[in-house]
């Protein structure tokens, strides 16, 4: 699995991630960033694009 | 020289995606980078805003993290600008007259700011912001109580006035357009944000230029094309940039303004040659998008080193391993460009070609609090610019998508 963190002090809710990788980021009815904590490793690209379109670089990948 | 690598001029973002986009593809081979900073690359963004005001914040705070698939077979060459290529031989030759010889090369030497258009005389407390380097020296310099000017009013100006006005500096902004980032966001917008500005204490001097410098050994004064005076403790320069390609005069590419490429990002010569083993991405590659036209432009927003990176790295891949890359360089790829820019508890957020645009149109929210703005080229729609309103702003990514298939 992989192991998923956004800095939520970092996070201006910019939802770029959403498009990347819809199934694990969304934002909510008040444009908030919501997140799975967890995503299977078939995610890897997915979910580096999502990382890497981040404007504040707020979202951390790591192997569990 | 199988075993010449993978070489990557500018240790930049554009130079990272291209990297893990060849290794995505499946390049296994050696990776250099040679870079003409001291530090491995970074997010720039930051630059203008939390690290120009957190004491302390340095490298670490804004590196991007090194992924498993560049943990080897990686060489790092830092701080050595690259000064010649050789296409013929497929060197680089550094400034220390190191050639670096390649397999395929990647230009990813970015922009870097254009100089005060004034005689400077070798004044002291004259600032630009590009590099990590130039927002530790302007943070020192941004004391509370500082007089601070600065020239230009684009995104690097308007942010740096932002950060500079909430540290408790005097802030004067001297442009010669007639609002605050006229070019990317028209005469609405960049009114209101002008007025956000003024709220926070920030003066405007717009349609003026600088006249002179006074002061010894530091800039003490600065005389504006109006006659008016004002005090300066810290001058920032902050009129646009110039593409890094010095080092590729007479090496044969297109580099008229930035590294003409094709699709494929390829490098194309003087003589229209297509260079498959030469890809040039982020800020210093022109390109045309079909999104809007066919007109070869380079576009200085963050999300497109990303993207042609990307790109770049994965064709490279393809064109190393000996396949047919003509049907990835057809694929009509047209990269929705993005941006943003924060400045006070305004949270801008673009999509497309906004400063291509004659003419924009208020849609949702009032532009003293949240709103929305369409921007048009005629009728053509080619960008979308709010103030927070967030899924608004979101749904016409959709809508630029669904126009780049038609």
Known sequence: MIKITVDMDKCQHYGQCVFEAPEVFQLNADDKLEYKAEAPDEMLADLEA??????????????? | MVDAPLLIVGASMAGLRTAEGARRAGYAGPITFLGAEAHAPYNRPPLSKELLQT??????????????????????????????????????????????????????????????????????????????????????????????????????????????AKNGAHVSVVSQSRVPLQRALGAQL???????????????????????????????????????????????????????????????????????????????????????????????????NPLFDDVPRRVEHWNLPTETGKRAGAILAAHLAGQDCAPLVADGWAPLPSFWSDQYDAHVLAFGMTYL??????????????????????????????IGMRS???????????????
Request: proline residues 4%.
């Open chain 2, 392 to 406: 608004v702003v979101q749904s016409y990514r959709t809508r630029f998508a669904a126009a780049a298939r038609a």
């Open chain 2, 190 to 288: 960049g009114g209101e944000l002008r007025r956000r500005h003024e709220e926070h204490g920030v003066r405007f001097f717009c349609g003026e230029s600088l006249f002179g410098l006074v002061g010894d050994p530091d800039v003490e004064r600065v005389i504006l094309t109006s006659g008016v005076m004002l005090e300066c403790d810290v001058l920032v320069v902050a009129i646009g940039s110039d593409p890094n390609t010095e080092w590729l005069q007479g090496s044969g590419l297109d580099v008229s303004d930035g590294v003409l490429v094709d699709a494929g990002l390829r490098a194309i010569g003087v003589d229209g040659t297509v260079h498959p083993e030469i890809v040039a991405v982020g800020d210093v590659a022109r390109y045309a």
């Open chain 2, 357 to 386: 645009a004659d003419r924009s149109e208020l849609v949702a929210g009032s532009l003293d609090d949240e709103c929305v703005l369409e921007y048009y080229r005629g009728d053509e729609l080619v960008g979308v610019c709010g």
């Open chain 1, 50 to 64: 999502a990382a890497d379109v981040c404007p504040m670089q707020a979202i951390f990948l790591s192997k569990e």
């Open chain 2, 55 to 164: 004491e302390g914040q340095g490298h670490a705070d804004v590196a991007f993290p090194i992924r498993s698939a560049l943990e080897e077979g990686v060489e790092w060459v830092l701080g050595r600008a690259a000064t010649a290529l050789d296409i013929e031989r497929r060197v680089v030759v550094d400034e220390t007259g190191q050639e670096h010889p390649y397999r395929a090369l990647v230009i990813a030497t970015g922009l870097r700011p254009k100089p005060l258009p004034i005689e400077t005389h070798g004044l002291g407390g004259i600032h630009v912001l590009r590099t990590l380097d130039d927002a530790v020296a302007l943070r020192a310099a941004l004391r509370p109580g500082a007089n601070v000017v600065i020239l230009g009013s684009g995104f690097v100006g308007c942010e740096i006035a932002a950060t500079a």
